[in-house]
């Protein structure tokens, strides 16, 4: 038998769906069971990664900068025109 509450027509469709986002973290963080030599590793793992992802982002943004500062007077023409009507 489930414990959920039925959703009446006046509820919240995002609070609910949030809520069972919720609900469903909550049961994922039980366990555990890793020694803490694996779980350090999976650490770094993901610091580097991490790292990766931002060294990645930091480029493209100054791929980005470089391209706007070479038209910029193109681009906010083109932006003017499509969001100004």
Do not use: C, W
């Not at 039925?6 to 890793?34: C, M, N, T, W, Y």
């Amino acid at each position: 038998m489930s414990n959920r509450q039925p959703i009446h027509g006046d509820a919240d469709p995002v609070r609910v769906f949030l809520a069972a986002g919720s609900e469903q973290k909550q049961k994922q963080k039980g366990g555990g069971g890793a020694d803490s030599g694996e779980s350090s590793q999976g650490g770094e793992k993901i610091a580097k990664k991490g790292e990766t992802i931002k060294e990645d982002m930091d480029s493209l943004l100054d791929e980005i900068d470089s391209v706007l500062e070479e038209n910029a007077e193109e681009f906010v023409k083109n932006y003017v025109q499509r969001g100004g009507e």
